[in-house]
C-alpha cells in the first residue's frame, strides 16, 4: 500500500490547484516581512496565516476526478490523507518561513494543524456534496469568530484553537478516525 | 419480491432484496439478481434507480437492507471490499478528469490506485486500453483539448483498465457519435468474454445491439427482465400504426413518416406492426404503473 501511495504522490501533486495557496503564501510573506520591518506585531498576520493556510490545505481535498475514483482498491480516505499530506508539507513550510520572519508570540504549528484538522473532521461528517466547502470554511470561520465574539466562555472556547492547539488536534484527529469508513 | 436470473458459467454477481433509501425516497426497492458473464443492460425512466443500483454493484453504495455478492465476496466487509474494487472496472454517469493531464497519465494514475505497481505493465496496459477505445493517437495530447466524446472514452479506458472481470458502466456511451459507439460494442464484448458487464442506458437501440440480457427498473424496482428479443416480443401483436389517435392506447407517439405508433390493445381490424425492443420497454413500463 505505501508503495502505491508513493507512486501516487506525484500525479496527486499535478492534479492538485495550487495557484491559490501560492498567492495566498506570497501575500503572507510579505504581510509578515512588512510588519516586521515597521517593527510591529505579526500576531494577527499568524493568525490569519493559520486560517488562511488551513483553509487552503483542507479545500486541497476537493478531487475533481472522485467520481471516477470512487471504486477504487484505495480508499477515498487514504487518497485524502495522501492529498493532505502533498498540499499540507508545503503549508508548514510557509508557516515556518512566516514565523522565523515574525517575532510574534504565536509561534509553532499548532494553531495551523489544529485549524486543519477540525477543518478536515468537518469535511469527513459534512454531507458528501458540500463537504469540502464546509471543512475548508471552517478554519476562516473559525478565526472570524475569534475576532467577533466578545470575551467570555463562548470566545474561550471558539479561541481553543490558539490556547490549546494540540488538545483541538487530537480531538479533531479522533473525529476523522471515526468517519474514515464515510 | 422481484427475481431476475441471468445464467451463465458461474454467478459472478448475487443480490438478495437490496434496498437503498434516500430519506423517504425508497431509490432501489427488494432488487434481487444473479448475473454472469455477458452483458446486461440496465433500462429505466430518469429517477427509476438505475444509477443508485449501479453505484451499489460497484461498491459505491452500501444498501440498506438485504445481502450482495460480488465475484463471490461479500462487499460488505472492508477486505473484501478491496478485494472486489482490485477486480471491478467502474464508470459512473457524466464523469469528471484531470483536464491537464493526458489520457495517458490519467489511466495510468487510475492504474496506480487499483494497485498496480509495476510501472513498465502499468504504461503499457494503459496505451492498451487507449489504443482498445480508439484513442491510441490522442493518448499524449491534454485532456482539456479533447471533446465531450473522447474524454468519455478516456473515462472508460480507466474502468476497462486492469482486465476487471466485472465492469459497471453508467451510460457509457453518452456522448459517443455512432461509429464510436460501435467500437464500444466490441470493447465491452471483448470484456464480456471473461466476466460480467453491467450498463444502464436509455437507448434501446444500444441494449438490442449489444446486451444478451435486459433489465427494465421503475420506481426501484425491477419490473422486467429477459433477452432484448423477449422485450421486442412483449408488444408482439400490441403494436400497431395509424393515421389518427387512439384514445384506448397506452402509449402513441408521431412517427417520422407523419404516421402514429401506438402500444397497447390494438383496435378491431387494426393491422400489427412489427414490435422492437421500444415497443416492448415502452409497454412493460407502462404496465408497471
Redesign the interface.
Known amino acids: 500500500?505505501s508503495?502505491?501511495l508513493v507512486?501516487?504522490a506525484l500525479?496527486t501533486a499535478?492534479?492538485t490547484r495550487w495557484t491559490p495557496g501560492a498567492a495566498l503564501a506570497g501575500l503572507l510573506v510579505a504581510a509578515t516581512a512588512l510588519t516586521g520591518y515597521a517593527d510591529r506585531p505579526a500576531d494577527l498576520v499568524l493568525a490569519i496565516a493559520a486560517a488562511g493556510l488551513a483553509a487552503t490545505v483542507v479545500a486541497g481535498l476537493q478531487d475533481?476526478?472522485a467520481?471516477?475514483?470512487?471504486?477504487?482498491?484505495?480508499?477515498v480516505m487514504r487518497?485524502r490523507v495522501l492529498r493532505l499530506a502533498v498540499v499540507g508539507a508545503p503549508a508548514l513550510a510557509v508557516w515556518w518561513l512566516l514565523d522565523s520572519l515574525s517575532t510574534a508570540q504565536l509561534s509553532g504549528p499548532g494553531p495551523l494543524l489544529a485549524l486543519t484538522a477540525t477543518g478536515v473532521a468537518v469535511a469527513v461528517w459534512a454531507p458528501p456534496r458540500r463537504a469540502v466547502l464546509l471543512g475548508a470554511s471552517t478554519p476562516v470561520a473559525l478565526f472570524t469568530l475569534h475576532q467577533v465574539v466578545p470575551s467570555g466562555t463562548t470566545s474561550d472556547v471558539i479561541a481553543w484553537w490558539l490556547t490549546d492547539p494540540w488538545w483541538v488536534l487530537a480531538a479533531a484527529t479522533l473525529l476523522c478516525v471515526a468517519g474514515r469508513?464515510r | 419480491m422481484t427475481t431476475t436470473t441471468h445464467t451463465a458459467t458461474g454467478t459472478l454477481l448475487e443480490t438478495a432484496g437490496i434496498t437503498k433509501r434516500f430519506g423517504s425516497l425508497t431509490a432501489v426497492d427488494d432488487v434481487d439478481l444473479g448475473l454472469g458473464r455477458g452483458i446486461v443492460g440496465v433500462l429505466g425512466p430518469n429517477g427509476a434507480g438505475k444509477t443508485t443500483l449501479l453505484r451499489i454493484l460497484a461498491t459505491v453504495l452500501a444498501p440498506d437492507r438485504g445481502s450482495l455478492s460480488l465475484l463471490g465476496l461479500d462487499p460488505a466487509s472492508p477486505t473484501a471490499r478491496t478485494e472486489v474494487r482490485r477486480r471491478l472496472g467502474y464508470l459512473p454517469q457524466s464523469p469528471r478528469l484531470y483536464t491537464g493531464f493526458t489520457p495517458l497519465e490519467m489511466v495510468d494514475y487510475v492504474a496506480i490506485l487499483k494497485e498496480h505497481t509495476d510501472a513498465a505493465w502499468r504504461r503499457r496496459e494503459a496505451a492498451a486500453v487507449l489504443e482498445a477505445v480508439g484513442l491510441g493517437d490522442r493518448m499524449h495530447k491534454r485532456i482539456r483539448t479533447l471533446s465531450g466524446g473522447m474524454q468519455q472514452r478516456v473515462a472508460l479506458a480507466s474502468a476497462l483498465v486492469g482486465s476487471p472481470d466485472l465492469l459497471v458502466l453508467d451510460e457509457p456511451a453518452t456522448g459517443l457519435d455512432p461509429e464510436q459507439r460501435i467500437a464500444l460494442r466490441s470493447v465491452l464484448a471483448e470484456t464480456a468474454h471473461r466476466g460480467c458487464v453491467v450498463l444502464s442506458t436509455h437507448n434501446t437501440a444500444e441494449v438490442a445491439a449489444l446486451c444478451q440480457h435486459v433489465l427494465v427498473m421503475d420506481r426501484g424496482r425491477i419490473c422486467w427482465s429477459g433477452t432484448p428479443a423477449a422485450l421486442a416480443g412483449e408488444a408482439e401483436g400490441r403494436v400497431w400504426e395509424s393515421d389518427v389517435e387512439e384514445p384506448t392506447a397506452l402509449r402513441s407517439w408521431l412517427t417520422g413518416p407523419g404516421t402514429r405508433r401506438h402500444v397497447g390493445t390494438p383496435p378491431a381490424g387494426a393491422s400489427p406492426a412489427v414490435p422492437t425492443v421500444d415497443d416492448g420497454y415502452l409497454l412493460v413500463t407502462r404496465l408497471a404503473r
Not at chain 1, 467520481?67 to 480508499?75: F, G, H, R, Y
Request: without cysteine; glycine residues 0%.
Open positions: 500500500m508503495s502505491v507512486q501516487a500525479p499535478r492534479a475533481p476526478a467520481a471516477l475514483l470512487e471504486a477504487l482498491p484505495v480508499s487518497r469508513r
